[in-house]
């Protein structure tokens, strides 16, 4: 895999993981 390939994956994960507990606050508030 190369350096940006890598970079890129771990921001869609953090933007998903950003999406997930945003959602749970709004569910749960």
Known sequence: ?????K???GMNIIA???S???L???IFK
């Open 20 to 22: 997930i507990v945003t």
């Open 16 to 18: 998903l993981a950003i």
């Open 1 to 5: 895999m190369r350096k940006i390939d």
């Open 24 to 26: 749970m606050i709004l």
């Open 7 to 9: 970079i890129t994956a």
